[in-house]
C-alpha cells in the first residue's frame, strides 16, 4: 500500500502532538536512547550506524527524507558538524524543524515526487520507514541515487508486515526488487531480532509512562503505542513469520 500524501492529517496530528507532550519526549529518550519524536523503529543503535557513513574533515551534507521534526538530523549534526537537509509532506513537523534547528540547515515542506534537489548534492541520503509512501518508489530510488554524489550512501531503513506486505527475505522486497531490476548494488542486514526486542522495550516503556500520558491529557498517545507494539507480545517466531526489518546501503559508484 503505498500513495501520494497517504496519512497525511495523522501525521500533521502526530507533529502537533510530539510538539507539545513532555511524557512523549521523556518515553522517546528511555524507549530508543535519544528523543528524535520517533514514529519509526529507530533507536540510537540503527541510527548512530549512518555515522560511520558522515565524511569528516571537510564540509559535507546530508538529506533526510521523511525528516518529521529533524532531531535526528540534529543529533547527527552534533555528532559530525555536516550541513543538514530535510524534507517532510508534515508543514507541522517542518515547522518546528526551522524553530530547533537554524544554522546549516534547510527544511522543506513537500512530497515525495513533489520535491527535486540539484545532482551530486549530498553524502548521505537517509529515510527512516518513509521509502513506503512513495508514489512509485522505483521512480524516487533512481532520483534519490541521482542526488548523491559519487560514492555517497544512501542509508534506508525498511520494514516489512505493516505498511508493506512481508515477503520470503530481505532479498524479495519491494524495495530490493527496485534495486535489482535497475543493476543497483547493495548491502542488507536484517534487524527483526532486533527490533523485536525494541517493540518489546516501547511497549514496557510505555506502560511506565501510562499514567504521566493520562496526567497530561494525551491517552491518545498511550493507545497508540499500545496499538504499535502489539504484534511483539507474541513469541519472536510467530513475530517473524510476519513482519521483518532492514537496513539497505547503497553506494553510489
Ligand atoms: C513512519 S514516519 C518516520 C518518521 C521518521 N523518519 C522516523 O524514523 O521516526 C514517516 C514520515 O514520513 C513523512 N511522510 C509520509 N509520507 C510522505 C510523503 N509522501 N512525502 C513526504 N513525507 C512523507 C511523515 O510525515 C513522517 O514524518
Redesign the pocket.
Known sequence: MSG?????NE?EH??EMAEHSDAFRYFCKDAFGDD???????DIKQIDRIVEHIPTGRESHML?????NGK?LGYLQKRTNAYIHG????AN?INTARKLFRTNAEFRI??????DYPPEQFDVIT????MY???DMEKFLLQAIGWLKKSGVFFI?YQEGDVMPKTDNKDTTILARALQKNGIPYEVEDITKETYDLLRKKRETALLYQKAFREEGSTEWFDMLMAQTDCATESFDLFAKKMARYIYTVRKR
Open positions: 501520494d500524501k497517504l496519512f497525511y501525521y502526530f507533529y528524535f519524536s520517533q514514529d519509526g523503529f529507530s533526510d527524507v521523511g525528516c518529521g535526528m524534507f517532510d509532506y508534515s513537523a513537500g512530497s515525495i515526487g513533489e520535491i529515510s527512516m520507514d518513509t509512501f512513495a508514489p531503513c
